[in-house]
């Protein structure tokens, strides 16, 4: 069955950096495109990321361009999130979502758990 299981956030002060990461299985890891997609307290789904299948196509937000980079390493089945210069305004819940970048939800046919980030001092 297919699985997406989130790692890596936590609490970091305004500035600080995290990487999250995805580990993916039950699919064709390297077949298909991957996004980032997190949701803020109180507000909808927005979309952050999208890397191309054998990661040479890169699509970012706006709110988070130049400071987030996504990443995959297809040998590992693992999807990357590195995030720098964090802003209260990213405190979110972070999904890895399988799809490409800013479609519908129902493009994403699978997510996983999610995993919290707060930016805070």
């Known amino acids: 069955q297919v699985q997406l299981v989130e790692s890596g956030g936590g609490l970091v002060q305004p500035g600080g950096s995290l990487r999250l990461s995805c580990a993916a299985s039950?699919?064709?890891?390297?077949?298909?495109?991957m996004s980032w997609v997190r949701q803020a307290p109180g507000k909808g789904l927005e979309w952050v990321s999208a890397l191309d299948g054998d990661g040479g196509t890169t699509t970012y937000a706006d709110s988070v361009k130049g400071r987030f980079t996504i990443s995959r390493d297809n040998a590992k089945n693992t999807l990357y999130l590195q995030m720098n210069s964090l802003k209260p305004e990213d405190t979110a819940v972070y999904y890895c979502?399988?799809?490409?970048?800013?479609?519908?939800?129902?493009?994403?046919?699978?997510w996983g758990q999610g995993t919290q980030v707060t930016v805070s001092s």
């Open positions: 039950g699919f064709t890891f390297s077949s298909y495109a």
């Open positions: 979502a399988k799809g490409p970048y800013h479609s519908p939800w129902a493009t994403y046919d699978y």
